[in-house]
Structure formats: C-alpha cells, structure tokens
C-alpha cells in the first residue's frame, strides 16, 4: 500500500494505492498516524482518496475505523472519496456511511471538508 | 457433532407479528400468479423456489443451542426461552419416567440467557440432574432470584430434579460429558464467556454476547487463538461493524464483519450469525446472510470461511 500525500490548501490529500489486507494493514496505520495527529479542529481536514484501492480486507476495514475514531476524539474531518465498485461494495456491506462521510468524487468531498 | 439451535434470537424474545404473516402471503401468492399449481407436489415445488424469509422464519427465542455428541448426557448452551422448546423436545423423546443428566454451560446471566429455565420441565421431574456450568460465581443467585416469589410462582427449592452450579476457570480445560471444555472470557457487561467444545477431532465454539473493540489487539489474539481451527463458531453478529462502533458501542455485541474477520484469521470453517437483533423481520437477516457471504468473499485471503446464519430449528452436522 503507497500513500502520496500532497496539500490542497488546508486539505491534506493523501491518495492510496495498491490492497489494503492483513499484509499491509500494520505498516498502513503507522504511515497513516502522523497525518491523523493532524487532522484536528484547528488543524488539517484530511481527504482519502481510495480511486488506487484495488482490495480491502476485515483487517483494513480495521484499520480505517480505528482512523476515525481518533480523528473524531480530535473533532477533525475527514473524507474519503473515489471508492473503486469492490471496495464501495465492502463499505456498503459494513455500513460505512455511518462512520465516514463517503463522496464519489473528489470535488464533493473538497467541498464538505472546506465547510 | 450435532448443533441444534432451538433459541437464536438475541436481547429478548420476539414473535412474528399478524402483519409480517400477512407480507409473507402476499409475497408467495404473487408469485404463483399465472402458474398451475393444482396437486399438492405442484404446491410445495413452487414453495421450494421460494427464499426462507418467505416460507419460513428465523424465529424469535433468546439464546439456547444444543450440542449432540451421541453420548446419553445432553449438552447445552445457555436457557433462554429456547429451553421450553428444548425441554418439550426431550421429554417427547426420553419420557418423564427416564431421568437424564443435563450440563448446562452459560455464556453469563443476563436475563435473556436464563430466563428459559423455570419452563425447562426436567427441573420439575424427580431423578433429573441438571448441571449449570459457569464461570461466574453468581451464577446460582441468579438462577434462585429469577424464582423468587416476587418474580415466579415456583420457588426454586421446590424444583424436583437435583440441581448442581459448577463453577469453571477461563483458560483451564475441563473433562466433561466426554468432550474436552474450555473457557474464554469476553467483553460484555458483568463479563461473558465463550466455550470451547471438543469431541472426536472436532471443535465448537459459542462465543455470543461478546464485543470486539477495535483497539484491543490483545483481545482480539486471545479470541483468534480461542476460535483457532474450529468446525464452526456460533458468534454474536447483532449489529452492523458501523453500528457496533459507533452509536451501539459498549453495548457488548459484535458484528458480521468482525465474525468474518475473527474466522478468517483463525482459519474457521463455518461462522455462524447468532443472536439476531430483535427488532430484525426475516427479511432483514437474509439480506445481512447474502451480505455477509459476499463481503467474506471479497475479502477471502488463502481461507474460505462457509458462512450460514442460525435459526431457531435449524440442526448442523459437522
């Protein structure tokens, strides 16, 4: 799993590639945290853009809440957007819209982080 | 081995009502519109084409599963208001005059898990002996409370059969009814506890009532190594992942997805959904099944994890 990460104002955009499964969900989370850290009240929403996610396991799905849930203890934002149809399936499946706020596209989810 | 599941329903009873009854009808009556159906075996193949949440029902009592090893001794978990079934199902097959040893093993003593016992009728007949496992050491308050006056009208002294509380260790394995038992203590409240049964190289293990918190790596080490290798896994998959994390957390139950993931780690055979979400219609638990299926299948890595959800009624042989 690589993470690019890039700023689009102050929106931190990290966009995944590759599967996200029990083989790469530890080192997934650890490069992930830094970001998570700052995505806070005060500091940068962060924007997952999931178009390179070819495959998610339980064990991903892990991972991501565990994502949200220190990200809401800090009263940041964050999105997800671009889900590939295997991936929006699982997301849908574990009733994901609950606990992310989930786009289609990248500009919707610019525009609910940029609220 | 053999599972009969004869309560599957988690939190509380339920029934189905006039109304889903009626939705039923409907839906296979507009089915069978324009087809010829005027012998009785036109009549049940048509049936036969129709889904389980049509023709039949998942059923609506609490927590109570049967596990045949083909010994004498029955063996049970937990009595929620599936023991009344149970306990009419024995007697139609053993008769009052035969007494019969039963080992009862109880995840914890919620009340939806013990209140089947004062209508398990071999607590009535002399000669029965009725052995409650448990690794709380409550568990005999419990049981004498819910038969106080103020509750029942049955005291529970007045009970025929002889009735003994073995109290158990997690992590230990026990000897009993010829199987090789033990015990996991799992996140609920007051605590819970799975069991592990062994018979014949064959394993099963009824885990329900039990969280999964996302953040509790050890926690979930110890379950993965619980489940480890077994036959089939009757787990608690009351809630959606999003739902036990979120607004029904802490509130002790797990999800489909976190059975899923538990099972493929461990490398289970079967999972088994359990403890339905009361307020779930049948039509809501099949659709959860073929989710669930699709999502272990998604997310299958090098293990295929059969998925079947449980039915008050519904017998598996390993």
């Not at chain 1, 590639?17 to 945290?33: C, E, M, P, V, Y």
């Not at chain 1, 962060?46 to 800090?74: T, W």
């Not at chain 2, 019969?100 to 009535?124: K, N, R």
Request: glycine share 8%; net charge negative; aromatic share 10%.
């Amino acid at each position: 799993m690589d993470i690019a990460s890039r700023q689009d104002g102050s929106i931190r955009i990290l966009k995944l590639t590759g599967r996200l499964d029990q083989a790469s969900a530890d080192n997934f989370h650890k490069a992930l945290i830094p970001h998570l850290d700052d995505c806070s009240a005060t500091g940068n929403p962060l924007l997952l853009d999931f178009s390179g996610v070819e495959y998610i396991s339980s064990v991903g799905l892990r991972v991501m809440i565990l994502a949200a849930k220190q990200v809401k203890v800090q009263n940041g934002k964050v999105a997800i957007a671009n889900l590939t149809p295997i991936v929006a399936e699982v997301f849908q499946i574990g009733r994901f819209n609950l606990v992310f706020q989930v786009f289609q596209n990248y500009d919707d989810a610019v525009r609910f982080l940029n609220q | 081995m053999k599972i009969k599941f004869w309560g599957t329903r988690g939190s509380i009873p339920v029934s189905v009502t006039a109304t889903n009854i009626r939705e039923k009808l409907v839906a296979a009556l507009s089915g069978a519109i324009g087809r010829q159906l005027t012998t009785d075996a036109d009549i049940n193949d048509y049936l036969n084409t129709l889904g389980f949440e049509v023709t039949g029902t998942f059923g609506g009592h609490s927590s109570c599963v049967q596990i045949d090893i083909g010994t004498e001794d029955h063996i049970i978990c937990d009595m929620g208001s599936g023991a009344r079934p149970l306990a009419q199902s024995l007697l139609t097959r053993f008769g009052p005059a035969r007494p019969q040893t039963y080992h009862v093993f109880m995840s914890h003593l919620h009340w939806d898990h013990i209140m089947g016992f004062p209508f398990f009728t071999p607590v009535y007949i002399p000669g029965n002996r009725i052995i409650i496992h448990s690794c709380h050491a409550e568990v005999e308050r419990a049981f004498r409370r819910q038969q106080d006056p103020i509750s029942f009208p049955v005291e529970f002294d007045q009970l025929a059969a002889r009735i003994e509380f073995e109290i158990l260790q997690p992590g230990q394995v026990y000897a009993i009814a010829g199987m090789k038992v033990s015990a996991q203590k799992q996140h609920h409240s007051g605590d819970s506890y799975g069991w592990r049964f062994e018979h014949g190289g064959q394993a099963v293990v009824y885990s329900t009532d039990s969280e999964h918190p996302v953040d509790d790596i050890a926690g979930q080490a110890a379950i993965v190594e619980f489940f480890r290798g077994a036959d089939a896994v009757i787990f608690d998959a009351m809630y959606s992942l999003a739902e036990a994390v979120s607004v029904k957390a802490d509130w002790g139950h797990s999800s489909n997805i976190v059975g899923v993931e538990l099972c493929q780690q461990a490398k289970v055979k079967r999972l088994l959904m359990f403890h339905h979400e009361p307020a779930y219609c049948d039509g809501k638990l099949t659709q959860l099944l073929a989710e669930t299926r699709r999502f272990e299948e998604i997310t299958r890595e090098d293990h295929r994890v059969e998925v079947l959800t449980t039915w008050d009624g519904m017998e598996l042989e390993l």
